[in-house]
């Protein structure tokens, strides 16, 4: 019995279809207020692998992989205890070397889950890495939430900064997805620290949560500064970000639109340098894979340049003229 048929015989008129509408529209937007941290964050989407240890043999940690590593255990401000893992040569002065990639993952699922893309990068970036359990993600306490996912990326950075056999100088922020989010509120509030941030790299990473909106749910965007509680609002924060940032993007991704790296970049201002890489075939979760040696190689070669930029500078200061930030 169709609705035309139902409207036409009286068996419901328009105000009560208006109604029931009313109704559903009203309740959508009350389950997206109640449940919207529930909606974004995805630390046990594959719930047989919440932990690295559950993973896959290969996916446990690193040392299955051939790569020289620590296990970590730190503390974000507010008292949660996190999970880490610092990926290194054993040697000290190998490891004082390299630059150092504070890695910020993409949301679904553990760290360990990134075991392909993190032996990619060791192997041919010629750095050390530093991956991080967010809150409520694998071994890491607590529930995951915006503040608290930004208390995460400081903790990280902190004991990152505590480490004399690692290059102060040479620190990377690395963020895909909504790992982006997190590098960017780090580098934001970081922008005058001393030793400087020696770059950022992006990766699939999204303006904001009301931008993504836009793109996702069209038709909510009347609403969405009622019902949002998360801003994630990096468009805003980038803007006032100077050290280099590199954006890599991949045109096919479905899930982040392409075009909002678009946008980061074009609100990067700031930065002594901006770099947007854009990989044809890339998606989401596979830019990376999908880009080979090219993709790589803008990296390598990123890296390079913005460590050249930051040791001029940092002889130009200790030489005692002014240096103006990154």
């Known amino acids: 019995m169709g609705l035309a048929y139902l409207l036409h015989s009286g068996t419901i008129t328009w105000k009560q279809l208006a109604s029931a509408g009313v109704l559903v529209g009203g309740g959508i937007l009350y389950l ?14 594959f719930p047989q692998f919440i932990r690295p240890q559950d ?13 020289e590593w620590e296990d970590v255990r730190l503390e974000a401000a507010d008292g949660t ?31 360990g889950l990134r075991m392909d893309n993190l032996k990619m990068m060791y ?42 056999d690692l290059d102060q100088s040479q620190i990377f922020l690395f963020g895909r997805s909504l790992g982006g989010g997190v590098a960017v509120d780090l580098a934001y509030h970081q922008r005058t620290a001393e030793p400087p941030l020696a770059g950022i790299i992006l990766e699939n990473t999204f303006a904001s949560i009301s931008h993504m909106v836009d793109v996702l749910f069209p038709l909510l965007g009347f609403a969405k500064h009622a019902i949002l509680r998360m801003k994630w609002d990096s468009i805003t924060k980038i803007a ?20 909002q790296m678009a946008l980061l970049h074009s ?43 930051s040791s001029t500078s940092s002889s130009s200061s200790s030489g005692g003229s002014n240096r103006s930030a990154l």
């Open 32 to 45: 997206l207020y109640r449940y919207q941290e529930s909606l974004l964050y995805q630390p046990r989407i």
């Open 55 to 67: 993973n896959p043999p290969g996916l446990r940690h690193p040392g299955e992989q051939g790569m």
């Open 81 to 111: 205890k996190l999970h880490a893992w610092l990926i290194r040569p054993n040697n000290e002065d190998a490891r004082r070397s390299r630059p150092t990639l504070v890695y910020f993952h993409e949301n679904a699922g553990n760290m």
């Open 123 to 164: 192997e041919n970036l010629n750095a050390n890495i530093f991956i991080l359990s967010y809150r409520g993600y694998g071994e890491s306490e607590g529930l995951p939430n915006e503040d608290g996912l930004y208390l995460d990326g400081a903790a990280a950075l902190h004991w990152i900064r505590g480490r004399s």
């Open 240 to 259: 006032k970000i100077t050290q280099p940032i590199l954006f890599l993007s991949g045109a096919q991704d479905e899930i982040v639109p392409s075009s």
């Open 267 to 309: 609100a990067a201002t700031a930065a002594s340098e901006r770099e947007l890489a854009i990989f044809p075939t890339g998606k989401h979760n596979d830019t990376w894979r999908e880009g080979g040696t090219e993709y790589i190689t803008r990296v390598k070669e990123w890296i390079a340049k913005a460590t050249a930029k």
